[in-house]
């Protein structure tokens, strides 16, 4: 395995349903398709559904060519533990039933400390749980809430307006707190660039723009934290980065600035700390880290 590799396997979990994309689910389901089928499939990750919608989902994967035998791999969206108690006893009673998507994730909501342990009661460990906690005040103690219950942490990144998008400081203070807590984690929502930048809002013509997130960064800031070689400040600054030259994938390395990792460094922090990265589109992640010339080329074939 070389760096670009062990950095951005199974990064991208596709959720072409929604913002800024909302595309109709026939339609997610055979560009799914095609990704899977696809010269870079390496890096796509599982398909995001919301939970009520995982019947017409199962049936439109199946259209595009999903089946028993080679399920996709979905995340189910499933909101509050209040929300999510009514649907958990089917879903749960058909994890282990031969489908042609597998449910392999759920992703839940939480506030508290208490709807925390409520979620690990009612969702099984068949699932990784993932549970999208506030970036602001300091989620130390809900971390320590999601460590305790065995549970993951999700962040919303950003959105299809300015005031969704947390600041580097809180992103990077995020990743310092999953770390220490031993939390696995994915980040989701205006992360489908590759590198921070200005960009459009929306797809629509004349839509606003901002300063958003790259997944590029948060990769490499989480692997440096995890490999213990920088600290919050500095996975601020690397969140911060937009220069194209002050990053580096290629060979059996990464680096940011001279902040070096190796391959295998990278790969136990995708397992360890960032697991992956929601994003409504799978084309525009490719098509830029490209552009950057990682070495995507040499190993379109894995």
Known sequence: ?????????????YAGLFPPAGLPLDVVADQ????????????????????????????????????????WRVS???GTAEQSGAIAASM?????????????AIEAVAGSADEIARLA???PIEFERYVEIPSDPDPAPLMGALSAA???????AGGVTPGRFPTTAQMARFL???????VPMKATAGLHHALRGDYRLTYEPESARATMHGFVNMVLAATLLAAGKIDEQLA?????????????????AGAWLNAVVTYSELSHARRSLLRSVGSCSFDEPVAEIEALDFGLKGVDGV
């Open 176 to 182: 310092v707190r999953a770390r220490d807590a031993g």
């Open 150 to 156: 065995g549970l993951f942490a999700k962040i919303r």
């Open 236 to 252: 601020d600054a690397c969140l911060d980065d937009d220069r194209t030259h002050a990053f580096k994938l290629s060979g059996r």
């Open 1 to 13: 395995m070389d760096a670009v590799t062990a950095a951005l396997s199974g990064l991208i979990d």
């Open 76 to 78: 189910a969206l499933v």
């Open 32 to 71: 799914y398709g095609r990704y899977r089928a696809g010269r870079h499939a390496w890096m796509l990750g599982r398909l995001v559904v919301p939970a009520d919608r995982l019947a017409d989902a199962e049936a439109a994967a199946h259209r595009a060519g999903a089946s028993v035998d080679e399920p």
């Open 121 to 123: 009661q009612v969702w």
């Open 92 to 104: 749960i009673g058909d994890h282990h039933r031969p489908r042609s998507v597998r449910v392999e």
